[in-house]
């Protein structure tokens, strides 16, 4: 079956500017999880959405990050006022809620900021 | 506050050459393990899990990892590497019983050389 998609694969935005990152999970899976992945830092958890409770946005570094789910499906990180420290890739993941813990990962969001 | 240390940066091996990552998390309570390879140009894949029973989990291509609770260990085997191992193999834990985040390791990247 179809797996969690992303999109874009790329960005490339100027300092300042505001960017947008979708993230399709696999059908059905209830928890949706965004994590960056940047040099010397490894993976981070950024926000964390499990069916319709409030997100764990104990990640999320700063308030320009925001993260948002409709319908329990799609979700979109939001990077207002971007920052060349942002440049990194942003990876989502999701699971079934109960009785299983594999996360599956998509490909990522490669962000760079100029 | 859970963390995860895989105490090779980089690791090179010959064609044939048995494997081991290293990987110990600091966490009292009860975890759930996991190992994830990301190929290059590839998104993350999970090798292995383990969240209870038999301590000696085997997974995907050949792998295995070996669960030690008293040493908070989670290594990762292969008695003989392939070319097409070469890629960056993560650590990752999170808590029993429930859709938490991942926290991983910084990675260990594996190159096998003919």
């Known amino acids: 079956g179809a797996g969690v998609s992303q999109s874009p694969s790329n960005k490339v935005t100027e300092k300042g500017k505001d960017v947008e990152l979708r993230c399709d999970p696999i059908?059905?899976?209830?928890?949706l999880y965004w994590y960056r992945q940047s040099l010397g830092q490894g993976l981070e958890f950024l926000i964390y959405f499990q069916g319709n409770s409030a997100p764990d946005k104990s990640g999320l570094p700063s308030d320009r990050f925001s993260a948002e789910r409709t319908g329990g499906s799609v979700s979109t990180l939001t990077i207002q006022r971007t920052q060349q420290e942002d440049s990194a890739v942003y990876l989502c993941?999701?699971?079934?809620?109960?009785?299983?813990?594999?996360?599956?990962f998509g490909p990522g969001t490669r962000l760079t900021v100029t | 506050a859970q963390s995860v240390s895989q105490h090779n940066h980089h690791v090179i091996l010959s064609e044939a050459a048995s494997l081991e990552l290293g990987c110990n998390y600091s966490y009292g309570g009860t975890v759930n393990l996991f190992w994830y390879v990301q190929y290059p140009g590839q998104h993350l894949q999970l090798l292995l899990k383990y969240f209870s029973g038999d301590p000696l989990v085997k997974g995907i291509k050949g792998f295995e990892a070996e669960f030690i609770k008293s040493k908070f260990s989670f290594n990762l085997r292969k008695p003989s590497v392939q070319w097409s191992d070469t890629a960056e193999y993560f650590c990752a834990v999170n808590l029993l019983g429930g859709n938490t985040p991942l926290v991983f390791g910084k990675g260990t990247r594996l190159s096998v050389i003919a």
């Open positions: 059908s059905g899976h209830t928890a």
């Open positions: 993941a999701s699971s079934l809620h109960t009785g299983a813990y594999e996360q599956y």
